[in-house]
């Protein structure tokens, strides 16, 4: 199967790691094509970021339409989600999603320790959309700016771990979801260290992702993700109108 994986923000070497991480958890089979937009901001940490982001998962998957099988929106915000879903029939999923999906089978609460503090408020809002406000006992921010995880993070690993044990402690949740892309890597040294589930959202998605293929199941096209209808766009976004 065809995987497009976009990395919302601008910086390769996010893009490569991530990437990284998606075909270390890829089946045989599944060919990963990792993305990013021509245009926006190099990480995303807060709401304007996140705006802009959106319209490059938007730019992307105008790009790829019906091309793919499937497709992972790699940053923890999931920006663009529903507007992706709506340009493809192919199953598009956010990490964010995903991780909260793989969370909540196999523990009966979660901690999410994510980057920027500021940030918190983005997960939050996506655990009440998604429905999982009930499973999540707590997000944490670590203050790493996203780019700081630029080059997998390893830098970071024992302020990550020292905030997933506090969150762990202090929320009474028996796993942790790691919440920005750019901590893919440290996700099995952090579960070897933590003893608890620790969940990455990107291998979430890809996994998730080759399951919905493997069913045969694609986004529906009736109602909410019905395809865009017609119209022009101008400016910039002339070229992704419908
Ligand atoms: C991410 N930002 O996964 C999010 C993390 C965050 O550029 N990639 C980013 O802080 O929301």
New binding site residues.
């Given amino acids: 199967m065809k995987l497009l994986l976009i990395n ?2 601008t910086t390769a070497a ?1 893009t490569a790691n991530i990437a990284e991480a998606a075909r270390a958890a890829a089946s045989p089979g599944t060919e990963v094509l990792a993305v990013q937009p021509s245009f926006g901001p190099a ?3 807060g709401f304007f970021d996140e705006a802009i982001a959106a319209a490059g998962v938007a730019e992307q998957m105008r790009l790829a339409g019906d091309r793919i099988d499937a497709a992972v929106i ?4 999931d920006p663009g989600l529903d507007a992706a879903r709506e340009a493809t029939r192919a199953p598009v999923l956010g ?1 964010a999603e995903a991780a909260f999906h793989i969370a909540s089978m196999i523990s009966t609460g979660f901690s999410v320790v ?3 503090t500021r ?1 918190c408020v ?1 997960a939050e809002h996506l655990l009440h959309k998604y429905g999982f406000e009930r499973r999540c006992r707590g997000v944490h921010g670590t203050d790493i700016p ?1 780019l700081a995880l630029e080059d997998g993070g390893l830098g970071s690993m024992a302020q990550i771990e020292d905030c997933a044990r506090q969150a762990l402690a202090r929320d009474r949740s028996g796993a942790i979801v790691l ?4 901590m893919a890597g440290l996700c099995a040294a952090l579960q070897q260290k933590l003893g608890v589930p620790v969940i990455d959202g990107v291998a979430a998605a890809v996994q998730l992702a080759q399951a919905l293929h493997g069913l045969g199941l694609k986004t529906s096209a009736v109602g909410d993700y019905a395809p865009p209808l017609p119209k022009a766009y101008t400016g910039w976004a002339a070229p992704l109108g419908w």
């Fill in positions: 919302p923000n996010m990480s995303i940490e790699a940053c923890f915000g990490i994510t980057t920027m940030t983005i996203v919440g920005c892309a750019g």
